[in-house]
């Protein structure tokens, strides 16, 4: 008996044993982030390393497109990461501490010495403080290092700890001339100001201010709340005010309100979701409300993934978007006297690939449009502008249409191909309905002419390609798009790659003058349409000369400074 019980015990121990090392293996975790400039500008092809305790390296990734990056299937323990890019300081993330499944953000903010220098002030090491194996160069006003020496030699920034720091400002002012955009005419004064606190906090105010006070400004503010690395939540406010512009009532001003919120959630390892809604509203002679809700939901492992994307309006598809500048712009017109929203629905199934210099995106879509909004431009006679299914900007000379509704299916696909250090290039086909329209042989009221808008299927190609000059700093972006020249409203109107029509170049400069200048002070150069493409006019029965335009040829330029 004594020896079966002896047996039976060893049975157990080396069942135990062997269940032992399962039981205990540790559930990997991962890391991800954006890695921005001092400016906030995502930076691609930036190097990110995930590097342990004694800086030993042990995963390396390279920035997509919109500056992201992640390292997955990563054991618990206690990491360092460190960001760097052509023309930067790199920028280091110390105590990192992962647990078994954790998912942890971590953004990194790349600065240049430049502008270190101007941030940081230079003081002495305490005689008491305790010794480590760093060499100081850089302090912060509470004696906190900031710029450091690594081991392997270069210099580098060393981001905000995860607790107890004190909070972060930034701020930015700019001065920009017309951009000749419906309700964006005029030279603007523009400010930001960002504040990001300890606890995962992030506050912005903006303001764009016309130099006239009848023309037009903006106001926006927002908040967002990391709850944990699992789940982000945010909500921003905007309001703002078009004025001058001509419709059914004559003179005339109108105020949009947008109200958006967001939430980002991890629901598992390589399985993350988005929602949010925004609520647009517009007042003038009349007053229209809508609710335009969003979804995302994504699978991705080790580069590539599959997405399934529902949207109601082109300009807030994801929660990247929803403090974005470019997506503030009021999207609404007039149809027989009445205010209309361009709004949709709009499902996609995505699938991507990525590596560290190449990404390819397929797409198949399936869209509702409603209330499109056509462009374009000419002299209005007081009949047409009576007529109530139009609104003139007199200042920018842009008019808005309302189109008819229509309904499409499509595809979509993207290569994006890095070049070297720090250029880029993409080329992109988009296929689906669009409204087009026939030059006519005879004089049309507006009317008639809206009704000779048409339903047909397009093609799309856009190519672009842009980067950084290293040597100078100078940020530039050219692409071309084409699409049928009679069409009047793009292809796929919830592809957010490539939208503005023909020939766009944008140039970003760095100005560096000693003490003449403020830090950070940049040029700015945004010409759309270059060539003018596009144009479709048509001769109106009181002899005026109108025309549609997907995308108007507009110059705009100025200066902006951080600090």
């Not at 139009?390 to 070049?419: E, M």
């Not at 390609?465 to 796929?492: C, E, F, K, M, N």
Request: hydrophobic share 40%; glycine share 10%; charged share 15%.
């Amino acid at each position: 008996m004594r020896r079966r019980y002896r047996q039976i015990a060893v049975l157990i121990a080396l069942t135990v044993a062997g269940i032992s090392p399962v039981l205990g293996a540790p559930l990997p975790a991962t890391v991800s982030g954006v890695v921005r400039d001092a400016q906030g500008t995502p930076q691609m092809g930036a190097m990110v390393e995930l590097m342990a305790a004694d800086a030993t390296v042990v995963a390396r990734a390279y920035t997509n497109v919109r500056g992201g990056f992640s390292f997955e299937h990563i054991l618990p323990g206690t990491y360092q990461v460190k960001a760097a890019g052509a023309s930067f300081l790199p920028t280091l993330r110390e105590d990192l501490h992962l647990s078994a499944r954790s998912r942890i953000v971590v953004n990194l903010t790349l600065s240049t010495l430049f502008e270190a220098i101007q941030w940081l002030p230079i003081q002495p090491r305490s005689p008491d403080e305790p010794s480590d194996d760093w060499k100081w160069t850089l302090r912060s006003s509470s004696n906190r290092p900031l710029l450091r020496y690594l081991q392997d030699g270069p210099l580098v920034v060393v981001a905000g700890q995860a607790d107890g720091d004190a909070p972060q400002l930034a701020a930015r002012v700019a001065v920009t001339s017309s951009s000749r955009d419906f309700g964006q005419a005029g030279p603007h004064h523009a400010f930001a100001l960002e504040r990001s606190g300890s606890a995962g906090g992030h506050l912005i105010l903006r303001a764009n201010l016309s130099l006239q006070p009848t023309q037009d400004s903006e106001y926006v503010a927002g908040y967002e709340q990391e709850l944990g690395p699992e789940r982000h939540i945010r909500n921003v406010a905007a309001l703002q005010q078009v004025t001058a512009v001509e419709g059914g009532a004559g003179s005339q001003a109108f105020y949009t309100m947008l109200l958006r919120s967001a939430e980002s959630v991890n629901l598992g390892p390589d399985v993350s979701m988005e929602l949010g809604n925004e609520i647009q509203s517009v007042l003038g002679p009349s007053e229209t409300t809508s609710s335009l809700p969003f979804l995302n939901v994504a699978w991705h492992d080790a580069g590539a993934g599959v997405s399934y994307r529902l949207a109601t309006s082109p300009e807030m598809q994801n929660a990247d978007e929803i403090a974005d500048n470019r997506t503030f712009a009021p999207m609404f017109s007039e149809q027989g006297g009445r205010l209309r929203i361009e709004h949709g629905f709009h499902q996609e199934v995505r699938l991507q690939d990525e590596t560290s210099s190449r990404r390819v995106l397929v797409a198949f879509y399936q869209d509702e449009i409603q209330n499109p909004i056509v462009s374009g431009g000419g002299s209005l006679s007081q009949q047409d502008l009576a007529a109530g299914d139009l609104l003139y900007d007199p200042v920018a000379q842009v008019i808005r249409f309302t189109g008819p509704g229509y309904s499409t299916n499509g595809f979509r696909a993207v290569l994006q191909q890095k070049l070297g250090a720090s250029t880029w290039a993409a080329i992109s086909y988009s296929n689906g309905k669009t409204l087009a329209f026939e030059i006519p042989n005879s004089a049309l009221t507006v009317d008639d002419a809206l009704h000779g808008l048409t339903q047909r299927r397009a093609n799309a190609v856009t190519a672009s390609i842009h980067g950084v000059l290293v040597s100078t700093g100078t940020g530039w972006h050219a692409s071309y798009r084409w699409q049928p020249a009679d069409t009047v409203t793009p292809v796929g109107v919830y592809d957010n790659f490539g939208q503005s029509a023909y020939l766009n170049i944008l140039i970003r400069q760095p100005i560096h003058c000693g003490h003449l200048l403020p830090n950070g002070t940049e040029a700015l150069v945004d010409v759309r349409n270059l060539l003018a493409e596009g144009y479709r006019p048509f001769l109106t029965r009181d002899g005026s000369t109108l025309y549609f335009a997907q995308d108007a040829r507009s110059i705009r330029g100025g200066l902006s400074f951080s600090f």
